[in-house]
């Protein structure tokens, strides 16, 4: 048969269902998934006996990261804390993305993803927060936003990976070929894993959602921007690279931007994706300047 576009999508659109997430639920445990509020605590531990190491340990980081701490200090013990911590509507998006991302031990490229999709979750709180006035609150979401904005690519690497002697596949499989067509293949994955409906705006490409009910920009528009930037950083750089004031010992600036964006990347256990480049103010020329005086 012969290879062409649209025999690929159709292969892995066929696949998803079958995809490798390295734990198998019951149809019980899967139901709780979709109503997690209305289950047990017994139940809720009972799912962390059946999910892979790796992906307990990312859900407890994330769990336990300032953002998702109220007071930056109490830790989750355990997968019940977790998923109050995380959201009980939010855990069952959390172990499938976290399960797709974790087939990037055998592929670079999804590795490289993941690293964006951190970056873009990362830069979308930023974005939000710094820079339009969300409320914090909102973070974890825009966080959970940020990491399946482009796992609808992920099924295309493992496919790209399987056929990696097949020069008519690679031929065809191009990063532009996966750029162009991934939005079409994540929101399958929202409906195979039967994921929050609003997680779908990430990729309407019929518009941009400049007014929710709450705000100007919505979140889902705040996450695609932030992901044509971190995009072309990346493709530049490999990090993302971002020029803003930051604090200094002289006291000039405090609080700023720059500094804040660091924090918040650091906490968030990426502060090796991100570079910030120093740009001074004139107060702080003029500090810095005047500290030089003898």
């Known amino acids: ?5 649209e025999s690929i999508l159709l292969e892995v659109s066929k696949h998803l269902r079958d995809m490798k997430t390295g734990f198998d639920l019951s149809a019980e445990d899967k139901a709780m998934l979709d109503q997690p509020h209305l289950a047990s605590k017994h139940r809720i531990l009972s799912l962390e006996e059946k999910l892979p190491v790796d992906i307990k340990n990312e859900l407890f980081f994330i769990a336990n990261s300032p953002l998702h701490t109220r007071d930056h200090i109490r830790k989750a013990t355990d997968f ?47 974005i939000m927060h710094n820079v339009l006035g969300f409320d914090l609150a ?6 959970l936003c940020g ?3 482009e796992f609808g690519k992920i099924p295309f690497l493992v496919y790209r990976q399987q056929h990696a002697d097949d020069h008519a596949v690679a031929g065809i499989m191009t990063d532009d070929f996966i750029n162009i067509h991934h939005g079409r293949i994540g929101l399958k994955l929202i409906e195979v894993f039967d994921l929050p409906a609003y997680l779908r705006d990430l990729f309407d490409k019929k518009s941009l959602i ?65 570079e910030i480049i120093p740009f001074e103010t004139p107060a702080q020329q003029h500090a810095r300047q005047k500290k030089k005086v003898p």
């Open 138 to 143: 909102m973070a974890p979401k825009a966080r």
């Open 210 to 274: 400049f007014f929710d009910k709450d705000h100007e920009f919505s979140l889902t528009t705040v996450v695609r921007i932030a992901k044509l930037m971190v995009r072309d950083s990346f493709k530049h750089h490999g990090k993302l690279v971002v020029t803003s004031v930051v604090d200094d010992p002289h006291g000039a600036v405090w609080g700023s931007v720059g500094t804040e964006i660091q924090s918040l990347f650091d906490s968030l256990g990426i502060g090796h994706l991100l």
């Open 147 to 149: 990491m399946v904005s």
């Open 1 to 5: 048969m012969e290879v062409t576009g």
């Open 80 to 126: 019940w804390e977790v998923a109050l911590a995380l959201g009980m509507e939010n855990i069952k998006t959390y172990i499938f993305t976290s399960a797709l991302f974790g087939l990037a031990a055998t592929n670079r490229d999804i590795r490289d993803l993941k690293n964006r999709s951190l970056a873009t979750a990362g830069l979308s709180i930023a």
